[in-house]
Structure formats: structure tokens, C-alpha cells
């Protein structure tokens, strides 16, 4: 039996971020945090691997600099029934694989001093009075808090008493050579033509043992996020139509599945002495980024449990305000919001206005990237954000905004 102070479950950028960021604001903690992976590194995860420069950022900021091989990305391109778009905007991120940046992220938190067990697949979890307690392959462990960062199927979660909800999306993934037609390596390519489901189909630039190679992928929607029992096509055969169409065949690639979840703001993400974070709690419906959102999660969980560490309050019942109330949580609540206008009924009148107007993906580029935002282009994204989130009124929007010393 192990006692800890914190007990981390997962051990992908969402708890081992919760744990980096925790050691910074409470040092003398650091030995008392215990990660538990269920794999050992260097363990591959289901991931187009997208990582906005805002991650980056925020690990920089606590002296943490992830040096992997790396795609640099200087911008997007959407192609829509109504046309394509691609536009750039200086470095806002890079392609990663999450084989070696999960590794890395686990060797920069023992680095400062956490434990991180591998191996340890965790069965259980329970919370009683005064802490918890989580079993798993390589003992048990207890701790006066649990986190759980274990993704989708959070065992922690579960524990919690809580349901899993209906933001949820199934997606698939490969890695190819390129193509003729391909768009250039600097760019994220977002494919949006096909209406037969509410969701895209994906082409990121990616490096496999350094070849430069194409993650391709499709991200579904499960049927009923939208609130409408529209069905949902199989993840996997929306892939192979894409695959073939480009003169790929399908059955050449070793194809990797996944789900995510969304964040429900309606549903409970803590529990005294247990809170979760990263994928175990939601993250983006409409699009599925989850790298940079897993650490921004971190970054608040860190600071979160440092204060009420600190202070021995562990009743934990405002974290889902104060996640609500960071720039994360306006993010999220915005992408709530406009997945709806996006894969619903206004679809053709949002791609026309996006083609139009680019200040709104001009935005979200900056977003991804942690830049500052003009205040000009800030006002036209703010109106397009109006249209594309029609369901909300301008008026709702703005008063959803954080306050203007909200954290990460």
C-alpha cells in the first residue's frame, strides 16, 4: 500500500501536465504526487497529433520545453461545398506524434521529481472520508485526492457516479505517403464536403521514424450529440471512401480508433477528494482538439489543487466553475454552442459567410496558437461567432466571456 497526497490516473498530457503544474506552485508536494500509466513509455496513442503553440506556451511558462520531431504548421485549409479557404498566420503549432511527446512529458515530470509508475492499469477506485483509494496492477494506492485523467472510459470517472453523456465522437486514423492533391506541409487540412455525417475528415502533416508521411483520418460525431437521433455512419468506412477516392487502398494501412467526449456542461466533472481533467471530463465536441486542451487542463488542475491543498478544502465543489470560468472553459462553451449552427441546419450559410470572411478562422488560428488578437479582427470574429452560434444571440455570447483575469 502507497500513500500519497495526489494520486493521478493517466499518464498522457492531461495528468502528467495536472502533475508538472502541481509540483510548480507547491514543490514541497512533489514527491507526495504519484502518476499511474497503465502502459510503458514509449507507448503509442490513437492522436492526429495536432499541438496548438498555446501548449507549448503554457509548459514554457513553468521552464518545460518538449523537443520531439515536429511538423511546424504556419496555418489551415478547409475545403467546403462552397469552396476551399487556406490561410496562414506565422508558427501557431506543430504535428506531433504522441509515441515520443507523451514520453518526453513523462521524462520532464520525473525530471522535477514525480513519481510516475508504469504498468499500473488501474482496476478500481473509491472515495471515502478523508481521501481515496486506487487499486491496480501494480498495487494500491491511496491518496487525500485522486485525479482522473484517464481518458474517455475514465475508471475515476465511473467511480465518481457519473454518466458518460452524448458528446461523443468515434474517429479513425492512418498514415500515408502524400498524394497528388495533397496541400502543403505547413498546413492543416480540414476536409468538410461531405454532408452524409456531422463531423470532417482530416490531413495533417506528420513525421513516422522520418519519413514525412499524411495522418488521414475522419472524426463522426455520435448520433445524438446534436440532440436528434440522426444515425451515424461508421467512423472507419467514412475513411476508407476518403482513401479510396484518392487512389489509396485501404486495406495498406494499419487504421487506429479512437473516441473523445465532450464537455457536458450540465454534468458533474468533481467529487470531494476527486476531480477529473482532460478527456475524463470533455473536451472540444465540434472538433476534437485535445493535446493543448489536455494541458490547459493541467495547468488549472495544478494551480486548483494547489490552493485547495493549501488551504485543506477538498469538497472540490467549484472546479467545474472555475474550469467554466477560464479561457478554456469559454472555449468550450463556444464550441458547444456553434458545433450545433455548424453541422446542423445553418451549415450552408456558415461556410458561404467563413469564405467570405476569414477574421473568424483568422481568430481560431490565433487561438491555437496563444497570439495576441487584434482588436479589429477580435470584433469581427466576435460578430461571426454571433452567426455561426445563432442558437446563443450576440447578447449571451459576450456575457459568457470569463472575466478579464481568468486563468488558462
Known amino acids: ?202 490531413d495533417f502533416p506528420t513525421i513516422v521514424g522520418g519519413r514525412e508521411l499524411v495522418c488521414r483520418g475522419a472524426y463522426v460525431l455520435h448520433e445524438g450529440a446534436l440532440g436528434a437521433a440522426r444515425p451515424a455512419p461508421d467512423a472507419e468506412r467514412v475513411l476508407r471512401d476518403r482513401l479510396a477516392a484518392l487512389g489509396l487502398d485501404p486495406d495498406r494501412y494499419r487504421r487506429k480508433r479512437f473516441a473523445e467526449r465532450g464537455l457536458d456542461p450540465r454534468a458533474a466533472i468533481a467529487r470531494p477528494a476527486a476531480l477529473l481533467v482532460g478527456e475524463a471530463a470533455g473536451i472540444d465536441p465540434m472538433l476534437g482538439e485535445g493535446i493543448a486542451q489536455a494541458i490547459a487542463y493541467g495547468a488549472l488542475a495544478g494551480a486548483y489543487l494547489a490552493e485547495k491543498l493549501e488551504a485543506g478544502d477538498l469538497g472540490f465543489g467549484d472546479w467545474g466553475r472555475r474550469v467554466e470560468r477560464s479561457l478554456l472553459g469559454l472555449d468550450l462553451r463556444f464550441r458547444r454552442r456553434a458545433m450545433r449552427a455548424f453541422y446542423g441546419a445553418p451549415r450552408d450559410r456558415v461556410e458561404r459567410y467563413l469564405l467570405r470572411e476569414p477574421s473568424f478562422l483568422r481568430f481560431g488560428m490565433r487561438h491555437f496558437a496563444g497570439s495576441p488578437q487584434p482588436a479589429p479582427d477580435a470584433l469581427r470574429a466576435a460578430a461571426t461567432g454571433a452567426l455561426v452560434a445563432g442558437r446563443i444571440g450576440l447578447d449571451r455570447l459576450v456575457t459568457s466571456l470569463p472575466p478579464r483575469d481568468a486563468a488558462l
Not at 507523451?102 to 492499469?121: F, K, T
Request: include cysteine; aromatic fraction near 4%; hydrophobic fraction near 45%.
Open 1 to 202: 500500500m502507497s500513500a500519497h497526497e495526489v494520486v493521478i490516473v493517466g499518464g498522457g498530457p492531461a495528468g502528467l501536465s495536472t502533475a508538472l503544474f502541481l509540483a510548480h506552485h507547491r514543490p514541497a508536494l512533489t514527491d507526495r504526487i504519484v502518476v499511474l500509466e497503465k502502459e510503458r513509455y514509449p507507448r503509442d496513442k490513437c492522436c492526429a497529433g495536432g499541438l496548438g503553440q498555446r501548449a507549448d506556451r503554457a509548459l514554457a511558462a513553468i521552464g518545460v520545453t518538449i523537443d520531439v520531431p515536429s511538423v511546424v504548421v504556419h496555418g489551415v485549409s478547409a475545403a467546403f461545398q462552397a469552396g476551399e479557404i487556406a490561410l496562414r498566420e506565422g508558427n501557431i503549432g506543430r504535428v506531433v506524434r504522441r509515441v515520443e511527446f507523451d514520453r518526453a512529458l513523462a521524462l520532464a515530470a520525473r525530471a522535477r521529481g514525480v513519481r510516475i509508475v508504469e504498468g499500473a492499469r488501474v482496476t478500481a477506485a473509491s472515495l471515502r472520508p478523508g481521501g481515496a483509494r486506487v487499486e491496480s496492477s501494480a498495487g494500491d494506492f491511496d491518496g487525500r485526492v485522486v485525479v482522473g485523467a484517464d481518458g474517455v472510459g475514465s475508471v475515476v470517472r465511473r467511480a465518481m457516479g457519473l454518466s458518460f453523456g452524448r458528446l461523443r465522437a468515434q474517429a479513425v486514423e492512418v498514415d500515408t505517403e502524400p498524394v497528388a492533391g495533397d496541400r502543403a506541409r505547413d498546413l492543416l487540412h480540414f476536409e468538410m464536403r461531405d454532408r452524409s455525417f456531422a463531423g470532417y475528415l482530416w
